[in-house]
Every structure is written in C-alpha cells, then in structure tokens.
C-alpha cells in the first residue's frame, strides 16, 4: 500500500539552526501539505502545496518557514531559524484529486 | 471559518464497552467529515469519512454519520478493545483534498 514517508523521525536542534524536514508524498497526488501538532494540543495547518506553488497558508507559516519540493519527490519544510516554540510533531501530508489526505509518521523536532 | 469541536478526554473506558466521542462542526457549504485515530508513538491514519448528508462512514467496528441537521459527526463502537487505546480526531474539509480543520482530539483509554 503507498504510504507517505518522512525522515528523520526524530531531529534535535539547538535554537537559531535552521532545519529541513523531508517527505515523500505518495507518487501520484497532487496536493501536498505540511501540519504542526505541539505536544497535547490539536493539529495545526501550516501550509498546503499545488502545482509547484503555495496554495493556503495559515498565521503560523511566517517568514521563518519556507517549502519546497525539489525533485520532483520529495517535499520539504525549511525552519530557517528555529525558535523553542518550533518544538512539535511536524505532518506530512499528500492527497490526489478526489482523495482525503494521507498522513506520513510525523517527524518529532526538539528545539534546545 | 471552518470549526471542530470534540469532547474532551480522556474517555476511559472497560474492555467491551460502548464507545462514543461527540463532534460538532461549523462550516460553509457541505465539508467532507472525517475521524483519523493516532495510536502510542504513531502518526495519523484515517479511520472513516463521510462526504455528505446521511453517509455513514465505518472502519473497524468504529462508524460515525453525517449529520447535517445537527451539524454532527459522533463516533461509535459497541465494544471496544485495549488496541483501540488511542487519540481520535474528528476532521473536516471543504473538498476531499483540502485543508482539514482538526478538533483537539479525544484520548481513549480502554483498560483488559
């Protein structure tokens, strides 16, 4: 079954680094998304990723964020300089026309 | 703009037992609903959706209906399990491939 991949599960970073978190979406969906989930508290949209282009984002995804699917496979998410507050499970997400959102394993960062 | 509101948890609950988790929404037009459960240490999986009125959405014992009159989407099961100890989110989106709105989530704890 086609699954969204991301690596690394889990990435510490000391505050001010910047980090890129990566993501395979399934091959065929057009629709890519990056969500937030802070320890204990709901699932929060970041961003959402059509046709090479930003399509929505939301209050969160400031100039400290920026995305990029390089190749053609890969999707990623740059926090140029992460703050405490950056701390969170990071989502991955792809969808194709008519389907819901497949969600990947989550990458857990930790910002010291 | 688009809500989701769950009860709060943790729901604790006996092997076998009935489950319910409440969702409402608020939402333009006619949302795509969802429940995605997030087991220990995992990422989100869907569990069942309903894309319109009076759909009900089933997965694993676990079935939830679209209730437009009442803007609700309530999870069921009738006897649930110590694998079923997880947190459920109750979604929406305007469209299948959409941004999803997301509640707070709804942590279950089911003990043998």
């Known amino acids: 079954e086609p699954e969204v991949t991301q690596t690394p599960s889990h990435q510490v970073t000391q505050m001010g680094q910047e980090v890129i978190l990566r993501c395979v979406p399934i091959?065929?969906?057009?629709?890519f998304y990056w969500y937030r989930q802070i320890l204990g508290q709901k699932v929060e949209f970041l961003v959402s990723f059509y046709n090479n282009e930003i399509s929505e984002k939301s209050e969160i995804f400031d100039d400290q964020f920026s995305v990029e699917r390089p190749d053609g496979s890969n999707f990623t998410l740059k926090i140029r300089s992460t703050k405490l507050e950056d701390s969170a499970m990071y989502f991955c997400?792809?969808?194709?026309?008519?389907?819901?959102?497949?969600f990947g394993q989550g990458t857990r960062l930790t910002v010291v | 703009g688009n809500s989701v509101t769950q009860m709060e948890g943790p729901v604790t609950l006996s092997e076998e037992a009935f489950l319910t988790i409440n969702c409402t929404y608020t939402a333009t037009g006619y949302p795509s609903l969802f429940w995605y459960v997030q087991y220990p240490g995992e990422g989100l999986q869907l569990l069942l959706k309903?894309?319109?009125?009076?759909d009900k959405g089933s997965n694993k014992g676990f079935e939830a209906t679209y209730r437009k009159e009442t803007t609700s989407f309530h999870l069921e099961k009738g006897s649930v399990q110590v694998s079923d100890s997880a947190v459920y989110f109750c979604?929406?989106?305007?469209?299948?491939?959409?941004?999803?709105?997301f509640g707070k989530g709804t942590m279950l704890l089911v003990s043998p």
């Open positions: 997400a792809s969808a194709g026309g008519n389907t819901e959102a497949f």
């Open positions: 979604a929406l989106s305007d469209r299948g491939y959409s941004t999803l709105t």
């Open positions: 309903a894309t319109k009125a009076d």
């Open positions: 091959s065929n969906h057009l629709y």
